[in-house]
């Protein structure tokens, strides 16, 4: 069923900029519209462009945010996170968490 | 000669004529708007929905830039049901790289907050490592489940032992002794994995114990938003109207009791939710065509009456989608387009 959704009207995850576009109804309360227009600014990309997987594909390894293929000397969980809350401009409460755990001088 | 292959609201494949799709379509929207009091689909809608229902094709979906966020509840549950033998920090890792999930959920196997409340370092623990290796925004979702507060799973006297009996005023007392008990749990396990890291918490099918529920999330709701004002919640509902089981309580002058998805939502939005999920039940003995019409009109006035994001519940046996435990695509991604195109949803 999920994946029916999934196809059927979902983002598509990391595949595209469906995690990004969530974050911002999570964190901002944005609808749809809202969010995807202020991910596709942030992102220097057409509102089109956020469910193409190719075109996100490019994008997400050029900004360095994690990738679905898990390819060598990329981000990989956390660290993606870091830069997409850079990237985004919000707080996301993982990252805020893990920086006060290391220390806030050394991040 | 019927011509249109379709399914009734079990799952059973059926055949419709045209014009029986229409008068079920026509009937679908005409009930939800006589019970919740809101318009009926337009000529316009149902014309939209009667194309979705008339195209031949086994899948159907939205126009590429019309897509919408996934959310989930139980999760990371859903391949431990199939007996799939991975860990819940797999199955986030399998929904966010494989299955293109825009979100994840985890949540315990027994799915409740009051059953989480004894383990909740535990789940702390292992949130904390599937964080470190999740890219996507990830919650943690249990059951408000006042149902399991009573005897004999829980403390307080059972209300459905009561009424029988005559004992209305010692079964909403229950009920009410009930709701401090959930509020106390909620807000002690949703404090703990937020301050684990969570993106956001999930009160999923809530109001499944009526009126009782819904009052126990909205007032758990409140105090985690002043404790913590950037937490997502996310508030999914059971039924599309809320079932009186107290029949009496009230949120801030509002009575609970048969309140409908437009209705719910404005509560939801005051205590301070950032995701509301609306729900509508599938009429099993009614075809989809049908059960789909109805549900979209609910959700559409919902939508209209929002200021938050609306994700409706489109799992089994709501949202328009057949009661079965393996949905058929054919009704799924015919439900998933009609939801989002109509009612301008913001998620599933």
Redesign the interface.
Known sequence: ???????????????TA??L???M???R????KE?KEYVAKRLSVS??DL??PVRMAEVRDDLN??L?R?LPKRV???D??FR?AEILGI????VK??KERVGKNII | MPDILTRMGDGSWTRMTESALKKDLEEGTKDAAERAGVPPLSEEELKHLFDIYRSPVKFVSVEPGNEIVLSFDAGTLKLQRLGINTGRIHNIQIMERALGADTMEMGHIDYSYKSVKPIVGDEQQEFEQALLVSTLPLFYGAMPNLAIYSQPDGPVANPAELLPKGKISEARASQEEAVELAVKDIVYVASAMYESGADGINFDTTGAAGDPDFLATLRATKILKERYPDLCIELGMAGEFVLGMHGALEYEGVRLAGLYPHEQVKLAQRAGVTIFGPTVNTNTSKSCAWNLARAVTFIKVCVEHSKIPIHANMGMGVGGAPVVDNPPTDAISRASKAMVEICRLDGL
């Open positions: 069923m999920a994946i029916t959704h999934a196809i059927a009207s979902g983002m598509g995850g990391m595949r469906g995690d576009v969530a974050r109804q999570m964190t309360g944005m609808k749809i969010a509102i089109l469910s193409d945010i994690g679905v898990s990989k969980g956390m993606g996170k997409i707080d996301i409460n993982c968490r893990f």
